[in-house]
């Protein structure tokens, strides 16, 4: 396989982490036991994208929509997602990566939130990548979320409706101040979107991979990265337009 070309890597990486149940259910094991299994893959990707200088990794961890699977299931998330927190703050620290949560946090049981801050406080002043865990996130709740402010703002004259363009609608969402992704990975096979970063996700290259998360390697995460660099992103113009951008910027 060819090296990838550190230049032209995703500047905002984003995953859609599935298929750690049917991981354990091939294998007569608990759902559970999948998702912990998962969550050593998460380790392996965030090292990855922080060595490899990705600026921006995204993990959809929870979603809005997850709420609804069995209570044990849910417990046994958080309790997890609790743990991978308090146990990586300090690799964390070393490798000097800042923490972000986008999502309905009012949702998530208190100790997560607490748990969730202290990450967050430890790691503000970290300078290399940032990692945002989508967390009870969903794109059309973050959406709405983002008019009910907007209104609010319009109605106490902070804004005026004929301000409001995409710049600014932008800056009411969850993932103000981070870049769209340029890439999205989902694992397990399913070709779908699930409710995640709706508008974000307007002009990002999607790639899809039959593996499920705990069997995600690093091998396969570089050949993901390796189809992103193979791929002509034309946002609207036209093929030509863009092979002579690329020639200016090679003169
Ligand atoms: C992804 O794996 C983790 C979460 C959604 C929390 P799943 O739990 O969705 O695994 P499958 O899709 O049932 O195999
Ligand atoms: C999407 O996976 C959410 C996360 C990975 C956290 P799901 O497994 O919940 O998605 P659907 O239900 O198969 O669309
Ligand atoms: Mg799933």
Redesign the pocket.
């Given at each position: 396989m060819n090296p990838l070309d550190p230049n032209r890597l995703p500047v905002h990486l984003a995953v859609?982490?599935?298929g750690n149940?049917r991981w354990a259910q091939q294998r007569m094991l608990k759902r559970v036991i999948g998702h912990q299994r998962g969550a050593e893959t998460v380790k392996m990707v965030v090292e990855q994208a922080s060595l490899l200088g990705i600026k921006y990794l995204t993990l959809?961890?929870?979603?809005s929509?997850?709420w609804s699977r069995p209570a044990l299931e849910v417990r046994a998330l958080m309790t997890l997602l609790k743990k991978y927190i308090r146990q990586e703050t300090g690799r964390m620290m070393r490798k000097n990566i800042r923490y972000n949560v986008i999502g309905n946090r009012s949702e998530l049981p208190e100790d997560v939130n607490e748990t969730l801050d202290e990450a967050i406080r430890k790691t503000a002043d970290n300078s290399g990548m940032v990692l945002t865990l989508?967390l009870s996130y969903g794109g059309r709740q973050e959406l709405c979320r983002a008019a009910e402010q907007l209104v609010e703002d319009a109605v106490a004259g902070r804004i005026s409706s004929k301000n409001i363009n995409t710049e600014i609608f932008e800056s009411y969402l969850d993932t103000g101040g981070l870049p769209d992704p340029d890439f999205l990975i989902r694992t397990?096979g399913?070709m779908?979107i699930?409710?995640?970063l709706l508008w974000q996700l307007a002009y990002t290259e999607l790639y899809f991979t039959e593996t499920n998360w705990p069997d995600f390697t690093i091998s396969e995460l570089h050949k993901a990265l390796a189809d992103f660099q193979s791929r002509e992103r034309r946002f609207g113009k036209t093929g030509d337009q863009i092979a002579q951008r690329g020639t200016l910027l090679n003169a």
């Open positions: 859609i982490m599935d149940g959809f961890a929870f979603s929509e997850n989508a397990s399913e779908r699930s409710n995640f």
